[in-house]
């Protein structure tokens, strides 16, 4: 836990002082949302369409994020350091993780209002929406952190990261997306149905977090 609270630490006060990331994430955000504005020719979005703009949206700016989650191991030497330190790797694991939780909901805060001006005209489903939207996060960090450190020594690391996690995150944007669907429908929000797709986006989070502890050590030493 010390070793996870230094690194966790260590982390945020970068992000905080250098800003490298949340801002980049948001701007993105909030571009690509003033694209699908104009794009569609639509000032109104509900359904399937409005929860496949916001899901699709926050997911790329993730990347962004997920690009950027070692190369200061990479390029300072923080992974032999943690080989050589007494602790569990698992630590860097959780803490890397915990830190791109942290930076997609600071995101979410400003990306989903943002998202409710340009295309709600009733707000009354973004509230509960907020759960479906910790479960992605959660399999964003869970699949980001692997993928990312598998990636982190190659030099085309900007193009490794999206072609091995996209695939990867099908199955969860699926899910997140039926989830999503009532609870931004024109007449207000519904919740049918919306159980069973949580639970499988839960699973999907357990698993992949499962199996990053599974095989991390391994994935550190290589």
Known sequence: MNAFRAILGKDLRVELRTLQSV??????SVTTFVIFRYGLDRTTLSGSLAAGVLL???LFAAILAINRLFVAEHDEGGF???????VDGSALLAAKATA????????????VPVFGTFFLDDWAGLAPLAGVL???DAGLAATGVLVSSIAANS???????????????????IAAAN???????????????????LAILALYDVVFLLVGYAVYDFLLED
């Open 155 to 173: 030099r085309a690391r900007d193009l490794l990261v999206p072609l091995l996690l996209l695939p990867l995150l099908v199955p969860m944007l």
């Open 23 to 28: 801002p980049a994430m948001a701007l993105f």
């Open 100 to 111: 791109l939780v942290v930076y997609l909901v600071v995101l979410e805060a400003i990306a």
């Open 80 to 86: 032999d350091a943690i080989r050589l330190a007494p």
């Open 56 to 58: 699709a949206t926050v």
């Open 134 to 136: 910790v479960l992605v």
């Open 179 to 197: 989830a999503a669907e009532p609870m931004l429908s024109a007449g207000g929000p519904s919740y049918a149905g919306t159980g069973k797709w």
